[in-house]
């Protein structure tokens, strides 16, 4: 199978943009959807982008995703950081047989 | 939709962890069901799904002692797994998938399973 890899922690500065990159190991990161997930400390995981760069309607229009298949990889962006963006971010997306799986998470710290 | 999750949180090695999800809301008979455990030393993992139809699909590591299973009737599904040991320690959520659009949609509170003799 294969791994989804996201830096452990990122920081910025209020007012900001900060990205948050997902590689995947093996297999093409454009053939299956990709998804984010804010989770918040004590608090289940959320989406905020699902299929690559689609944003669900109660989610600010600060977060937009991308992929990139020169890197196989896809991107987490959220400008103009404000304090509440603090939290855990996990990329996800499926095997050949449409089984979730998560990256490892990356800490971002607003600061 | 809301969800409402319970189940024991605290084995010893070699039982077997139950969990049920109850659905408010929603019927389950529209989407997709899933269980996702969240642990320090391995972050999110999809754990398994059941349709409404009661079709179920595994994580192929955990497969042999997952068991996953729908009540339509009393609109909640659950999940068993058998043998725990210290490495199933974990944050346990319900989930729920969407027809159309990819991902997880709604989440439960999150059960937190200790397995200690």
């Known amino acids: 199978n294969f791994m989804l890899t996201q830096p452990h922690s990122v920081s910025e500065s209020p007012g900001k943009t900060v990205t948050i990159s997902c590689t995947r190991s093996?297999?093409?990161?454009?053939?299956?959807?990709v998804q984010w997930y804010q989770q918040r400390p004590g608090s289940a995981p959320a989406i905020v982008i699902y299929?690559?760069?689609?944003?669900p309607s109660d989610v600010s229009d600060r977060f937009s995703g991308s992929i990139d298949s020169s890197s196989n990889s896809a991107s987490l962006t959220i400008s103009r950081l404000k304090t509440e963006d603090e939290a855990d971010y996990y990329c996800?997306?499926?095997?050949?047989?449409?089984?979730?799986?998560f990256g490892g998470g990356t800490k971002l710290t607003v600061l | 939709v809301q969800f409402q999750q319970w189940g024991a949180g605290l084995l010893k090695p070699s039982e077997t962890l139950s969990l049920t999800c109850a659905v408010y809301?929603?019927?389950?008979?529209?989407?997709?069901w899933h269980w996702i455990r969240q642990s320090p030393g391995k972050g999110l993992e999809w754990i398994g799904k059941?349709?409404?139809?009661?079709?179920?699909d595994y994580n192929p590591s955990l497969k042999s002692r997952v068991t996953i299973s729908i009540d339509t009737s009393n609109n909640q599904f659950s999940l068993k797994l058998t043998s725990v040991t210290a490495a199933d320690r974990a944050v346990y959520y319900c989930?729920?998938?969407?027809?159309?659009?990819?991902?997880?949609w709604g989440w439960g509170q999150g059960t937190m399973v200790t397995v200690s003799s």
């Open positions: 996800q997306s499926y095997d050949n047989n449409n089984q979730g799986v």
């Open positions: 093996s297999g093409s990161i454009a053939n299956k959807y």
């Open positions: 059941v349709t409404h139809r009661g079709s179920t």
């Open positions: 809301g929603e019927s389950l008979s529209v989407f997709n």
């Open positions: 299929e690559h760069n689609r944003r």
């Open positions: 989930a729920r998938d969407s027809p159309s659009a990819a991902g997880f």
